[in-house]
């Protein structure tokens, strides 16, 4: 039996970073909680302080198959390298010529650099461009591949 699992990423603006993800992922932002109009309305509810409103932020797969993200406010930086990251596979796998693969990996980094990202390396098999290492606009590491 398998375990309902999300991903939580601590970081310093919940917002900015579900935004950029979003875009990165094909994500949705999530709805309120079933019997609430807006999150608005759930949070005042619960009496959360408006001063925390901002602390999280949530994104669903939109075909509700893939795991949920969440992100938290946290106070502290990010100060290491991540132990764990995403793949974010755009490319169709090593599978795929690398001549198809390869623009398409080339085209997204292009689309979440505009939106953010930036380039830490591109990462060679046999002599070839095989994927890019990239952070986010908080400098968690991803690789594009």
Known sequence: MTTRWTLTVDCAQPAV?????RLALGYAEAPPPEGFGSWQEWLTHFKIPEDEWDDAAYLLDPD????GISFLK???PKVVKN?????VQVGGGRQEPWEVRWPR????VTRLTDAGATVIRVDEQDGQPDHVVMADPEGNEFDVL
Request: zero cysteines.
């Open 83 to 87: 132990r764990i990251h995403l793949d």
């Open 105 to 108: 990996v080339t085209a997204a």
């Open 17 to 21: 970073l579900a935004a950029f993800w």
């Open 74 to 76: 946290v106070p502290e």
């Open 64 to 67: 509700g198959v893939l795991p």
